[in-house]
């Protein structure tokens, strides 16, 4: 036993401060490097490498309870509605007010150098256009083989080409389509294009129409026309709206729903709703949101704060919060804050690009609903409607941020709709540019355990370090009577075990 204690001690009588300074040193190098990967993934996807590393691999080694295993069929089969609730929130939608990419996009390239669209947002519009104004037939019709080409490429040039060569051969609708989108430079030349488009959409449409139950061909070319003319008489109004005829553009856009009602999954109204709030007609939005804002229909930033702008109209000229808190709210300025609740609870990521709280980019082709790519899509286009309301914003600046003490935290269910999706950060950074937009993400996440302990642990080993390296001697001293403590248990245990086991037993073990 002499000799293990007289060993222990000949060992840390032999460390020099140099070798401390090593240690420390050396240690918070490690540790600071743990730090900085930890740091970087959670950033980059929202979790702890070492926690999913340990939850995903060392949990099973373990003996941890396995999600699939029968004795939780029951809960899983539980919540199988609001699972798939969840996927269908998550689904991205195409903007309903999406902007023309030669006349907008491509102009704010130009002036910025900045890609105000991902390839992931692009992508998914080539497979709409591909969708929409492409049928199994179209090999039929040389012009339209042509475009069937073109909406497949990814080289802007190349489709350009291919729509002015379709050109050549006939009178194409889909091919003045694309040229309206991407070649005009400026509204009044996608205009001009898309009056083009009409023609040529009108004819085939009239013609299909005719054939349409000769068979699943026709029925099937009948679809493609169809889809065709409801895209040009959309975008002719918006062309309407954004050049400044908007009663033209509201007589287009209902003359539209009309003609093809069963078509709500294009989401016209919203573009309908945008242009009677800037003729500021809100009767007749209050009579457009009785309709849409069913409880069968899905929702949308669109339709939730429209309605909250509306019932704020009807208050927020004479809010004031201190006599608020004084009297109490009445009825009306309750409702309005209802509402308000009631679409931050839907989307809350919105609140900050009206107050101008956060910077507003081009909105992207196509949305996430809840996420932050429709917040910017909707504050992009109905800001200026807010500001036109005299106290809107101040009631809302006043009331938002009580909605998220009515939602329970962790978010497992929802206040008045379903839960908050957990995919949206995700999708979003897949459709903004985050080069130089920071993707809003809620609920905020906390920073998880093991960089917390990381930034510690390498905190900790620094000082150590340096103070080792400022004061040798007495780190020295410090270090040996941390370590002599350290090891006082075991000295202790290995003193008892000597005085119980016979003197030859203990002398083999130390030999072994």
Wanted: net charge neutral; glycine share 4%; hydrophobic share 40%.
């Amino acid at each position: 036993m002499f000799g293990t204690e007289s060993s222990l001690s000949m060992f840390l009588n032999t460390l020099t401060p140099k070798f401390y300074v090593a240690l420390t040193g050396t240690s918070s190098l490690i540790s600071g490097l743990i730090l900085i990967f930890e740091w970087w993934y959670f950033r980059k996807y929202g979790t702890s490498f070492i926690e999913q590393v340990s939850v995903s691999h060392l949990r099973p080694l373990l003996g941890g309870v396995d999600n699939s295993s029968p004795t939780n069929s029951s809960t899983s089969n539980g919540d199988a509605d609001s699972n798939r609730q969840s996927v269908s929130e998550c689904k991205v939608w195409r903007n309903p007010l999406n902007l023309f990419r030669g006349a907008e996009y491509n102009r704010y390239t130009w002036v910025t150098g900045r890609e105000p669209l991902t390839y992931y947002d692009m992508n998914l519009s080539a497979q709409d256009h591909q969708t929409f104004f492409t049928c199994d037939s179209d090999h039929l019709r040389p012009a339209d083989a042509i475009m069937q080409k073109a909406w497949r490429e990814r080289n802007p040039q190349a489709r350009i080409s291919a729509a002015h060569e379709s050109l050549e051969l006939e009178d194409c609708a889909t091919a003045s389509i694309l040229l309206a989108e991407e070649e005009a430079t400026t509204i009044v030349e996608a205009e001009k294009l898309f009056k083009q488009a009409l023609k040529a959409g009108e004819g085939c449409f009239r013609r299909s129409q005719q054939l349409q139950h000769h068979g699943a061909q026709y029925e099937a070319q009948h679809r493609r026309d169809t889809n065709v003319l409801v895209y040009i008489k959309r975008r002719l109004a918006m062309c309407s709206r954004k050049l400044g005829r908007t009663r033209e553009a509201v007589k287009m856009l209902r003359d539209l729903m009309k003609e093809f009602p069963l078509l709500s999954m294009f989401n016209i109204h919203e573009n309908l709703l945008e242009s009677l709030l800037e003729l500021q007609n809100y009767a007749d939005v209050q009579a457009v949101l009785a309709k849409y804002d069913d409880i069968s229909l899905p929702k949308s930033a669109t339709i939730c704060y429209t309605a909250a702008l509306l019932k704020a109209r009807a208050v927020s000229d004479k809010f004031s919060p201190e006599a608020a808190s004084r009297r109490g709210l009445s009825t009306a300025e309750m409702n309005a804050v209802e509402a308000i609740h009631r679409a931050v609870e839907f989307n809350p990521h919105v609140p900050k690009y009206l107050l101008e709280m956060k910077s507003l980019i081009l909105p992207p082709e196509h949305i996430l609903k809840r996420g932050d790519s429709e917040a910017i899509a909707y504050a992009f286009f109905h800001l200026q409607h807010w500001k036109r309301v005299e106290g809107a914003l101040n009631l809302l600046h006043c009331t938002w941020e009580g909605t998220f003490r009515m939602i329970p935290y962790p978010l497992e269910k929802g206040h008045l709709f379903y839960p908050y999706p957990i995919c949206t950060e995700t999708a979003d950074r897949e459709l903004l540019p985050t080069v130089f937009h920071e993707v809003s993400v809620y609920p905020k996440k906390e920073l998880p355990f093991f960089i917390l302990f990381t930034a510690g642990l390498c905190s900790f080993t620094a000082m150590l370090a340096l103070l080792t390296h400022q004061f040798p001697e007495l780190m020295g001293v410090f270090a040996k009577a941390f370590l002599s403590t350290l090891f006082a248990p075991l000295n202790f245990i290995m003193e008892k075990v000597e005085s119980i086991l016979p003197s030859s037993l203990w002398h083999q073990l130390t030999r072994i």
